[in-house]
């Protein structure tokens, strides 16, 4: 090949894909060797990859490759013949193996690296596997146009040789079936989400024209009892046929004009619902394209396990279960620098040499598990060893030297409390430092991505058994889960992955402390901030004698965020902010809800460095309350719950425009949360919804003592004897069908159950 196309950038690309690929066969292949060399199924996978290599540098003319991959060839053949793989084998292939992906990805992008300043590295590896058992037959180099032996070949006793076993992955052979695997780019597929998105919010804007023909038909039906009362009217008073008959023609017209209405309205809330379903497939589709299974991120581990424990002198491999559980990209590419550090950790502090591990019964070889799974939409990843842990009096003491603790309170701590100084920055139990350990900068770094993305870290030591680390994470960070408040008449929403609780605080519960404001939560006082003055925002005062507050924070950086109202839990796509803004203070990006209401996410950790930074300049509000006069006034307030869009907007529509003040929810898992939160005068639920249905809110809404008087409604489209009289056994105060509802109904059910919307 000449220069030229040595330099061509897509075949050295297609290369480089290549050697990474088949590196990772021969990786895992090689440490399953070293553990058991009568894995044949693995021998015959790595010999495979090496002949695939080797293939691929023929073709893009890189001749040190070809060299090392055929010297690695044939030493795996030898194996194959049946020689047994030693370490110093093992060593040498590995050893081989990373220069393999060095050719692939060369030093300063330079193509010709493996034929001038690396090929004495080639031959340096190429001479270390010919001096080996094994390693004679690859003195010879073979040159690039002198056919190859195929991978495939019977080794000298065909005896010895196991058949191919087609479960092995990434062995590339012909005929397998293969997943089909298109390389996008991450600009593209953050794109393709964020359109996919807005397709969906878009797809809920059909909504309103349904509403608007749904209210053409409810003046064509007045129309026609007008027609109605006039054509009884004028045949009392004796008017002529003709005017009889054409006030019966517009009738028929009009008639005529609702029955078409009324298709057409049923047309478009088929479209509108296929529509909605059609474009929410295509956001979960595209979503799914952003998961990987988290085997793509633990390649090197293993490997990195391996030789590290031997450069410490130690025997040590990593178990992998769970490596197929999906993930973000985004989490997954924030995973590697943590997960790596725990597993150097766990070598050097956890597992004990093997002379210490023999005199304890333990096997040579230390054992370090790492697990994977889905839990209640979290990643759950535990990392463990069978060392000997932490040595808790030792920590204990390490923690009084640095003046962490004093003695007596270090004597009280627990062995769990103990444990989270190993994540403060710059603790360390070695008095020594190493290359791998002693400067106490990284279990607080892994502490830090953790909170960067939202999950949590937990340290545990069994009796006997060593350190273990429990990190749960967001599966993406393209959605999140959150709760939406109320500031300034604009929403807001919460990550309630940074939620500690949302409550409602009475008036009379509120502590005043010098400037501050203050309440006691799970045994300790809270501070109270007004979001309105943190976001600098016209605080409006707050009704009632509940104040609705959202609790977050951690350890001793906990406030009680007051905001005007509770507007519920919501999955929200996160939209992040166009670069041009900047970083802006306190919100960490957008969002839209379903009906298109625009949300701004609050950045959690930034609005707690700012209500510290009001706490230290002495500059916090109190909590304004509404004169005795308007809180005595105050609208009665109505919750709405029902999983459609329609009905909700509908409903909530209806009650407002006589005065009351509305919420909605969109479920009853949902109506219960704002139900906890904040206080109503009535709740007007559907019975089928998603989560939890109507039937079981009524009933935990009778349940509980504090709800136990609060009138309920249940408006729904079952209207048989024993649907109503289910509703009414399980606690609701007025059951209403769907089926016969129409505006004056609804109201006066209302008006029946609380009264006017203000005293």
């Not at 553990?35 to 002949?51: G, I, N, V, Y």
């Not at 609702?258 to 929410?280: G, I, M, N």
């Not at 590290?308 to 999906?326: C, D, F, M, P, Y």
């Not at 079952?718 to 089926?739: H, P, V």
Request: aromatic share 2%; net charge negative.
């Amino acid at each position: 090949m000449n220069p030229d196309q040595l330099r061509d950038a897509s075949l050295l690309e297609l290369f480089a894909l290549e050697a990474e690929s088949q590196a990772e066969v021969l990786n895992a292949g090689l440490l399953a060797l070293e553990r058991d060399p009568a894995a044949t199924s693995q021998l015959d996978a790595c010999m495979r990859a090496a002949h695939s290599i080797k293939g691929a540098a023929r073709i893009v003319g890189l001749d040190g490759g070809v060299h090392l991959a055929h010297a690695m060839e044939d030493c795996l053949v030898a194996a194959q013949g049946g020689m047994a793989l030693s370490a110093a084998h093992i060593d040498a292939l590995l050893q081989g193996t990373d220069l393999l992906q060095r050719i692939g990805h060369p030093p300063d992008g330079d193509p010709a690296w493996a034929d001038r300043q690396g090929r004495a590295q080639i031959d340096a590896v190429v001479q270390r596997l010919q001096a080996l058992p094994g390693g004679e037959g690859a003195a010879a180099t073979v040159a690039p146009g002198q056919p190859e032996p195929s991978a495939g070949a019977e080794p000298a006793d065909p005896g010895t040789s196991a058949p191919p076993q087609p479960s092995v992955p990434a062995q590339g052979t012909a005929g397998e079936s293969h997943e089909r695997m298109l390389r996008v780019g991450a600009e593209s597929l953050d794109q393709l989400l964020a359109m996919s998105g807005e397709a969906m919010v878009e797809s809920h804007w059909l909504r309103p024209f349904g509403k608007a023909m749904l209210q053409a038909r409810r003046q064509q039906a007045r129309a026609l009892q007008a027609l109605d009362t006039l054509r009884d009217a004028l045949a009392g008073s004796g008017a002529d046929a003709s005017a009889m008959a054409a006030l019966s023609d517009a009738r028929q017209l009009l008639e005529d004009g609702a029955q078409h209405l009324s298709q057409r309205q049923e047309e478009l809330d088929q479209y509108e619902h296929r529509t909605a379903r059609l474009a929410r497939r295509l956001y979960d589709t595209a979503l799914a394209c952003r998961m990987r299974p988290l085997s793509d991120g633990l390649a090197g581990y293993a490997r990195m396990v391996r030789d590290l424990a031997r450069s410490l002198g130690k025997a040590a491999h990593l178990e992998l279960v769970g490596a197929g559980t999906q993930v973000d990209r985004d989490i997954l590419e924030s995973l590697d620098a943590p997960l790596a550090h725990l597993l150097r950790n766990a070598v050097d502090h956890g597992i004990e040499p093997p002379d210490v591990r023999a005199a304890c019964g333990k096997p040579a070889e230390g054992r370090i598990l790492l697990q994977a799974r889905h839990n209640a939409g979290r990643l759950v990843i535990e990392i463990g060893d069978d060392g000997a842990g932490v040595d808790i009096e030792a920590l204990r003491q390490a923690i009084v030297r640095r003046h962490l603790a004093s003695e007596d309170t270090a004597a009280r701590l627990s062995q769990a409390e103990l444990l989270e100084f190993l994540l403060l920055p710059g603790f360390s139990m070695r008095e020594t430092v190493s290359e791998v350990s002693g400067r106490g900068v990284g279990l607080d770094a892994v502490q830090e991505m953790v909170r960067r993305v939202r999950g949590s870290l937990r340290l545990a030591q069994p009796p006997g058994g060593g350190l273990q680390f429990h990190l749960e994470l967001p599966l993406t960070l393209s959605v999140v889960r959150a709760l939406l408040v109320e500031v300034a008449g604009e929403a807001y929403a919460f990550p309630l992955g940074h939620v500690l609780r949302a409550a409602t605080v009475a008036r009379q519960d509120v502590a005043q402390t010098e400037s501050h404001q203050h309440f006691h939560h799970a045994g300790r006082a809270v501070g109270l901030v007004s979001a309105a003055q943190v976001l600098q925002r016209p605080e409006r005062p707050l009704d009632g004698d509940e104040i609705p507050v959202v609790i977050v924070g951690e350890q001793d950086r906990v406030y009680g965020i007051a905001v005007d109202r509770m507007l519920g839990e919501r999955l929200l796509v996160v939209q992040p902010l166009a670069p041009a803004l900047g970083k802006i203070k306190d919100i960490a990006a957008g969002a839209l809800t379903d009906d298109g209401t625009p949300v701004l996410i609050f950045d959690v950790d930034d609005l707690l460095r700012s209500v510290e930074k009001l706490v230290s300049d002495g500059r916090i509000e109190h909590v304004r309350q509404a004169s005795t006069a308007a809180a005595q006034a105050r609208r009665k307030r109505v919750l709405v719950v029902d999983d459609s869009l329609t009905v909700r907007e509908l409903e909530r529509k209806l009650l407002a425009g006589r005065g009351y003040d509305v919420a909605v929810a969109v479920d009853g898992m949902d109506g219960w949360n704002v139900l906890r939160a904040e206080p109503f005068d009535l709740v007007i639920t559907d019975i089928d919804m998603p989560r939890m249905d109507g039937i079981e809110l009524v009933t935990l809404i009778r349940k509980e003592p504090r709800l136990q008087q609060l009138p309920v409604m249940v408006v729904s489209y079952k209207d048989r004897e024993q649907d109503r009289q289910r509703g009414l056994e399980a606690g609701a105060d007025y059951y209403l069908a769907k089926g016969s509802f129409h505006d004056a109904a609804l109201l006066d059910a209302v008006h029946d159950l609380i009264g006017e919307a203000s005293p």
